[in-house]
């Protein structure tokens, strides 16, 4: 039960139904209103505490939160060491407040040497720690307690020292002693000199902390603030927090095997021309990224792009459609869902040459034969995977959408209008099912990719059962 001053009441209340799901979970708390300026917290098990009313806001939706962690909260211990990178732990503070993600950030004594605490206090809205013997934490051990409530800890930057410090298990200062005493998963993004980097003790180091589970981020190769170049650069702000989201998208499809085409297919006219589209493969790279966030198996069958293979994906290269159709019909078995997106190319020359066909100064006509429709194929199989399609439309794109849904008889189509989406970064999807339409307003095809994801999760779970 908690119990809270008249004034209040609105605004934190508020704030505590937003954290719970009352379908998900039992209610950990009740609500009465009191009208005098202290608080009183009563818990199921009957501990009782008492608070000031100015921090009572924090107080509960921490306590919330922590109490329906794996249902709703995003927590992570961000650990700054020494290096001329810390500059950057701020903004990486910064992108990950703005992505809801609640930030406690701890800093060794030589972390404090490039940036304040007060600069990550004031961006996270958390006190910062810095002190092994933090006599704030009630029962003075601040290495325990910090970390409990974090979901993942994050180092950055990671200096050669403090790498060293973790292979080899130190605990001589807050933070490498919260490490090791730590009960969620470790990212570091290293950040040195590149002849640090370099020195076979790091790279030794680097070995053993992989083998111990640590999850390692970068480094990058460019200009050092040093005056040199090479590896040791941290990662930009923009991509740890990137990584950061990843981790925190819910495993939907955990262990899922899906096989997803992408991209387009090339039809040789002859040795050196072709039939083609404009798609680059970036829907398609990212529905992969997204299966992969959400803990699937993904294989992926791309057509020619430019794009970098998703890390974590078996990527299988083809050319043509009919190469796609094999790959397909050899990756099927063990396929819990298939996603569409690449742009097959409906037809093929019928009598494509193996040499450079002649220039002449009359017609010369090209006789198209129609290429397999894959998706159709899959689930058409006796035991079909929960079959998506995609539908790349100039005109009429709800009319033809469902129609093609319908013709190919699959419980999930996505829809786009080829001028907006083919080629871009963004796009605007309409997804079709039996229960009708459902509009992704236009956004990054990463975002969109994540909402298919989740609306994939949601099908497949009723359909398999
Ligand atoms: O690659 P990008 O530049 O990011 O662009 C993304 C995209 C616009 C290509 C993508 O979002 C998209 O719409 N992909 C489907 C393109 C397409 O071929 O649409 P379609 O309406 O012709 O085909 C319908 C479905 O049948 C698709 O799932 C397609 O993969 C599949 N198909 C089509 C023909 C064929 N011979 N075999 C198939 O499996």
Redesign the pocket.
Known sequence: MVLLSKESSNKYITKINTQHDSSTTEPVFKLKIFSNQNVILLFKKKFIFRLKFCSLGRYLTKTAMTTSSSLHTKRLLLGITGGIAAYKAAEVARLLVKKDIDVQTVMTESACKFIGPATLQALTGNTVFTDLWDSRINNNMAHINISRDASAILISPASANFIAKLANGFADDLLSTLCLARNCPLFIAPAMNRQMWEHPATQRNLVTLQRDGVLIIGPASGAQACGEAGMGRMLEAQKLVEEMLIFFQPKLLQDKHILI???PTYEAIDAVRGITN???????YAVANAALEAGAKVTLISGPTFLEAPSGATLINVTS?QEMFSAVKKGLSGTDIFI?????A?FLPANNSNQKIKRTSSNISLLLAP?????EFVAKTPKPPFCV????ETENLEKNAEA?RRR?KIPLLAA?L?PN????DK?ELILFDDNGKHLLPEAP?IEQARHLIKHVSLLYEKWNK
């Not at 798609?279 to 398609?284: A, D, E, R, V």
């Not at 399609?389 to 790349?392: D, N, T």
């Open positions: 085409t992408a991209g404009l798609s680059s493969g970036k829907m398609g459609a569409s997106v690449a742009a097959v409906d290429n397999p429709d894959i998706l399609g995609f539908a790349a093609k190919k786009n080829v989406a083919i080629n871009s796009s095809k």
